[in-house]
């Protein structure tokens, strides 16, 4: 089982177990629904839940490419350990502007809309595509794989974007030109 995305909001909310109890509650049902371990992405850069959380609850990190961190802990024994699907290999197949997404995040249809509606303003065509299934996510072009903003095989975002970000990462490519 694949926990996508985990958060605790509210400082008086953290430090109580809260994240620990969502994490047990993830183990039960992994182990309801009969699989062999319960894995996670975790990375101290922005938008994802820092290690720290997951090795405290038992968990190991099977691999590590760039700032990503794929951790698993096994629900029974001699279980494969999971692995990355390397996404870098698929930065390359985009060119112009690209913006892959999925309905993961509440925040990711604001953000589309934003973006949408400034490279319009720019006349920048932006080409959006929605990740609809498994394979689309595991195959993304970026460790998280819910979200993407690449520009001619650079991928130049990995997370929820607000207006102000895109517009300074416009200006900085198209200064780069």
């Known amino acids: 089982m694949f926990i996508q995305c985990i958060g605790v909001f509210g400082k008086e ?8 109890l969502l994490l047990k509650q993830c183990e039960n ?11 996670v992405i975790s990375s101290d850069g922005p938008w994802l839940a820092n290690k720290k959380l997951f090795e405290k609850n038992g968990f190991k990190i099977a691999e ?8 698993y802990k096994l629900l029974k024994d001699k279980n494969p350990v999971p692995v990355f699907i390397d996404w870098r ?19 990711h249809d604001k953000s589309v ?13 932006l080409k959006v595509t929605k990740i609809e299934k498994p394979n689309m996510a595991q195959n993304a072009p970026s460790g998280f794989g819910t979200f993407s903003l690449i520009n001619n095989g650079k991928l130049l975002g990995d997370h929820y ?3 102000t970000r895109f517009r300074n990462i416009l200006k900085e490519e198209l200064a780069d030109k």
């Open 13 to 20: 909310s953290r430090n109580k177990g809260i994240a620990s």
């Open 29 to 39: 049902d992994a182990v309801k629904e009969n699989k062999c371990g319960v894995c």
């Open 161 to 163: 974007l607000s207006g």
């Open 64 to 71: 590590k490419i760039e700032r990503f961190e794929l951790m």
């Open 89 to 107: 290999k698929n930065i390359s197949k985009y060119s112009g502007w690209n913006l892959i997404y999925s309905d993961q995040c509440p925040w």
């Open 113 to 125: 809309y934003e973006l949408s509606k400034i490279a319009d303003q720019e006349r920048i065509k």
